[in-house]
């Protein structure tokens, strides 16, 4: 079993930023890969970027050059930054570990 805990979410301008946090618990061992998806209103759940335990990294090619994933193994937390954040991110924004999600931090871009 392996718990998720998202933070960070909020609401923010356009053009703003905010940091999501990940926090990961008890099988944390058997992690090689975690990573960030969103679910907007009305919209399926899509990948945001992924990170594994040796550092390799995937995004989504609308958050390219905006977003960044990191990831601190000593704490088993994942971050998400995000900059110049747009009204179209808008989002639930989860964090997923093998089978496991969290459950959900809500991001707002508004004016």
């Known amino acids: 079993q392996v718990q998720l805990v998202e933070s960070g979410g909020g609401l923010v301008q356009p053009g703003g930023s905010l940091r999501l946090s990940c926090a990961a618990s008890?099988?944390?061992?058997?992690?090689?890969?975690m990573g960030w998806y969103r679910q907007a209103p009305g919209k399926e759940r899509e990948l945001v970027a992924t990170?594994?335990?040796?550092?390799?990294?995937n995004y989504a090619d609308s958050v390219k050059g905006r977003f960044t994933i990191s990831r601190d193994n000593a704490k088993n937390t994942v971050y998400l930054q995000m900059n110049s954040l747009q009204p179209e991110d808008t989002a639930i924004y989860y964090c997923k570990a093998l089978v496991y999600w969290g459950k959900g931090t809500l991001v707002t871009v508004s004016s």
């Open positions: 990170i594994t335990r040796g550092g390799s990294i």
């Open positions: 008890g099988s944390i061992f058997s992690i090689v890969a």
